[in-house]
């Protein structure tokens, strides 16, 4: 029902910043609760943020007060603004979308192809 597109990833310093955006290709990410995921090849995913479809907001305690979620209804776009990055931020970043905004597991049915994020010196 939505195919979703991730733009924004690259190469940034320790302490730089980035932001990520997540679209639709086909349908629209209005009607779910739209997930940032992340994964170091090799590990397990982890959940970091999500945002309703009514513009709630969650975060993983591990990025709490420098990442921010938010939502463009007008442009049908989701957001991740990255500050204070660390070397252990670096993964592939995926959005999600689902019917409800959940941190745990990777239950949601619709992903997109990933952005690799590289923190590094």
């Known amino acids: 029902q939505v195919r979703l597109v991730e733009h924004g990833g690259g190469l940034v310093q320790p302490g730089g910043s980035l932001r990520l955006s997540c679209t639709a290709s086909?349908?629209?990410?209005?009607?779910?609760?739209i997930h940032w995921v992340r994964q170091v090849p090799g590990k397990e995913r982890e959940g970091i943020s999500c945002?309703?479809?009514?513009?709630?907001?969650y975060y993983a305690d591990g990025v709490k007060g420098r990442f921010t979620i938010s939502r463009d209804s007008d442009k049908d776009t989701v957001y991740l603004q990255m500050d204070s990055l660390k070397p252990e931020d670096t993964a592939d970043y995926y959005c999600?979308?689902?019917?409800?905004?959940?941190?745990?597991?990777?239950?949601?049915?619709?992903w997109g192809r990933g952005t690799r994020v590289t923190v590094s010196s």
């Open positions: 999600a979308a689902g019917h409800f905004c959940s941190l745990a597991g990777a239950n949601q049915p619709y």
């Open positions: 086909e349908g629209t990410l209005a009607y779910y609760g």
């Open positions: 945002i309703s479809a009514r513009g709630v907001t």
